[in-house]
């Protein structure tokens, strides 16, 4: 079936370090990606997606790049702040079938330290 | 425009009850997902409704159960709980139906903490 596999944690970084959380995927269709962010007692907020290959998402400083011949959508910032410290979920959806629900990667938890 | 809410926020039940949870949408969304998140096993797919019919199913027992209003609020129903059903659940909610192929972007809730004593 269908799976996530994401770098484990935890992470840290120092305040202005570079960020890459390495993230590739298993499916059997042409999945959309996504990168969730849950900070500390909350629920999952989205960070950022994108749908085809080659396409960039990016927000809050945050990119990933859909690459199908790699099978990867890694997480990149340039420089990270103490309040990026949060845990990191990679994510795809299956566009098309039965399927649709989000199947998660465990989780990156990022440290960043000031 | 609202987000999506979940209440309660936080339970705490011992083994062999029932629990309800209950989640709304954020307005105009017609779709709602169920995950259930623990340190284990990480996030998984409970359920998904829409128009009130349940459309995807992950591989739950059947002490699970869902359903949806009219006014596609949700609730999940934990039966006969056990200590491993202690975790985070996680709803979601989308315009259209993920199960139609729809790639809208789910939009979560801040979860119901469920403990399980």
């Known amino acids: 079936g269908d799976s996530v596999t994401q770098m484990e944690g935890p992470v840290t970084l120092s305040e202005e370090a570079f960020l890459t959380i390495n993230c590739t995927y298993t499916a059997t269709r042409y999945p959309s990606l996504f990168w969730y962010v849950q900070y500390p007692g909350e629920g999952l907020q989205l960070l950022l997606k994108?749908?085809?290959?080659?396409d960039k998402g990016s927000n809050k400083g945050f990119e990933a790049t859909y690459r199908k011949e790699t099978t990867s959508f890694h997480l990149e910032k340039g420089s990270v702040q103490v309040s990026d410290s949060a845990v990191y979920f990679c994510?795809?959806?299956?566009?098309?079938?039965?399927?649709?629900?989000?199947?998660f990667g465990k989780g990156t938890k990022l440290s960043v330290k000031p | 425009k609202a987000g999506v809410t979940q209440t309660p926020r936080y339970l705490i039940k011992t083994r062999g009850q029932q629990v309800t949870l209950s989640c709304s949408p954020i307005s105009g969304h017609r779709s709602v997902s169920w995950y259930q998140q623990t340190p284990g096993q990480g996030l998984q797919f409970l359920f998904e409704?829409?128009?009130?019919?349940?459309?995807n199913k992950g591989n739950f027992p059947g002490r699970f159960s869902g359903r949806q209003f009219s006014n596609s609020r949700s609730e999940m129903n934990v039966s006969t709980l056990e200590l491993g059903d202690s975790a985070l659940y996680l709803c979601?909610?989308?315009?259209?139906?993920?199960?139609?192929?729809?790639?809208?972007?789910?939009?979560f809730g801040p979860g119901t903490r469920l403990t399980v004593l």
């Open positions: 994510a795809l959806s299956e566009s098309g079938g039965s399927q649709g629900n989000l199947i």
């Open positions: 409704y829409f128009s009130e019919t349940q459309r």
């Open positions: 994108a749908t085809k290959a080659d």
């Open positions: 979601a909610s989308s315009p259209s139906p993920r199960a139609s192929g729809s790639t809208d972007t789910q939009y």
